[in-house]
């Protein structure tokens, strides 16, 4: 039987998030839109949820594996056809080297999916593919332990994103709580799977 779960987080009751965000939310200077994948919205430990109840401006919009631009509505497009795509490409400018005023007002955009599922999604679409793309480097190695990434200097949708925003507002403390949030998540399913489980899993090896 499917555990009753609350319908502002979609995370079971004994798992609410709600409490652990801000009673009100993070105005964020750069509006963000997130394109999830279907398959990541069943995802226990999503982390874009937290994005959407924490920030005044944050738009999720479901996709499949279609090229985006045959779903997405047309007024969609054309609002974000000067978006900046946070996606780490070989040839994405680190977010560090903008100028602010470069890029004042423009959308942010961010691929909410497995990391194969977003090269695909990426590969699948035209239209993604012409936006330019920005990247991080996160001073400190990924908060979400609970999902392996392929390769080091990867973080979550979440940690990527605030720390785009944090990086062109030159505020980072100001999305903390949003981290914090991720935080307890990721720390309560270790607690639920059992130490054994998640160092033989998931621990980082040092």
């Known amino acids: ?18 409490t652990a965000l801000p009673a009100t939310a993070i105005a964020n200077r750069w509006p963000v839109h ?6 990541e919205r069943k995802h226990a430990l999503n982390t874009a949820r937290i994005a959407v109840l924490g920030l005044q401006q944050c738009v ?9 631009e045959t779903v997405l509505p ?10 900046l795509l946070i996606y780490p490409a070989a040839d994405s400018t680190d977010v560090s080297q903008l100028a602010t005023e470069e890029v004042a007002g423009r959308p942010l955009l961010l691929l909410d999916a497995s990391w194969r599922k977003s090269r695909r999604l990426l590969l699948a679409s035209p239209w993604l593919q012409q936006l330019p793309t920005i990247s991080v480097a996160l001073p400190t190695p990924s908060r979400y332990r609970i999902r392996r990434e392929p390769q080091p200097g990867y973080s979550s949708s ?5 720390y785009v925003m944090g990086t062109l507002e030159g505020d980072h403390a100001r999305y903390a709580p949003l981290l914090a949030a991720m935080d307890g998540m990721v720390d309560q399913q270790i607690e639920r799977m059992g130490e054994p489980v998640y160092r033989r899993n998931y621990r980082r090896q040092p």
């Open 60 to 68: 999720l919009h479901a996709v499949s594996d279609e090229p985006v």
């Open 158 to 162: 979440l940690e990527a994103l605030l």
């Open 1 to 18: 039987m499917k555990r009753p779960s609350c319908q502002r987080c979609l995370r079971p009751h004994a798992a609410c998030l709600c």
């Open 34 to 39: 997130i394109l999830q994948h279907t398959q």
């Open 74 to 83: 047309p007024e969609l497009l054309a609002t974000l056809a000067k978006a």
